[in-house]
């Protein structure tokens, strides 16, 4: 079964950092494509960011760009969120996400989110 | 960047009834798109993707279909399970979602 499960959410006061993590099981970590994408209270799905299987490719929406840094970890199986320069607006749920295989870039399974709020 | 916009924004039904869900892209996406739904406090679930590819384990109640730049989730009979936010997601270039489209009971 495939699982991903975040964590590291909390809550930040502006202009802080935080580090998420997502721990992925039930498939080979190091063969996929891994996406982060959240999601404000009472909002829509807002894509974040983007990282090769191998971690050597990162792409970021316009909106985080500079702020968030994605990486992963291959050996441990888990994806990280860097988060600097945090604002009132970056408080969301906080997915990460797999990109199916088979050539198609679609989202197959998503964690169960973390919640991140910034608020002094 | 690629814009999706979905319609429409809310659609109020009933058990039943064939409910149908579009989504249009500010360019030719060709089929790189894909639909999911939500329920409250809950991840998206994957649904369709290549614009009409039924995702394994989802009920063959739901289809997709269209290409280029305009899309339509239909869900042929409602059942009350059913009711949630869909959003489409185009991975054409980059991802993008739609806004959502929140089915609810008339």
């Known amino acids: 079964e495939v699982l991903l499960v975040e964590s590291g959410g909390g809550l930040v006061q502006p202009g802080g950092s935080l580090r998420l993590s997502c721990a992925a099981s039930g498939f080979t970590f190091s063969g996929y494509e891994m996406n982060w994408v959240r999601q404000a209270p009472g909002r829509g799905l807002e894509w974040l960011s983007y990282i090769s299987s191998s971690g050597d490719i990162s792409y970021y929406a316009d909106s985080v760009k500079g702020r968030l840094t994605v990486s992963r970890d291959n050996a441990k199986n888990s994806l990280y969120l860097q988060m600097n320069s945090l604002r009132a607006e970056d408080t969301a749920v906080y997915y990460c996400?797999?990109?199916?295989?088979?050539?198609?870039?679609?989202?197959?399974?998503w964690g169960q989110g973390t919640l991140v709020t910034v608020s002094s | 960047d690629i814009q999706m916009t979905q319609s429409p924004s809310t659609l109020s039904a009933s058990v039943g009834d064939r409910v149908t869900i579009t989504c249009r892209a500010s360019q030719s996406i060709s089929s790189w798109l894909a639909w999911y739904q939500q329920k409250p406090g809950k991840a998206p679930k994957l649904l369709i993707y290549q614009a009409s590819t039924l995702e394994s384990g989802v009920p063959s109640r739901f289809s997709g279909s269209g290409s280029g730049t305009e899309f339509t989730l239909t869900i042929s009979s409602l059942q009350p399970d059913d009711f949630a936010t869909y959003y489409c997601?185009?991975?054409?270039?980059?991802?993008?979602f739609g806004q959502g489209t929140k089915v609810e009971i008339k």
């Open positions: 996400a797999r990109v199916g295989g088979s050539g198609s870039q679609h989202v197959d399974y």
């Open positions: 997601q185009q991975y054409n270039n980059l991802w993008t």
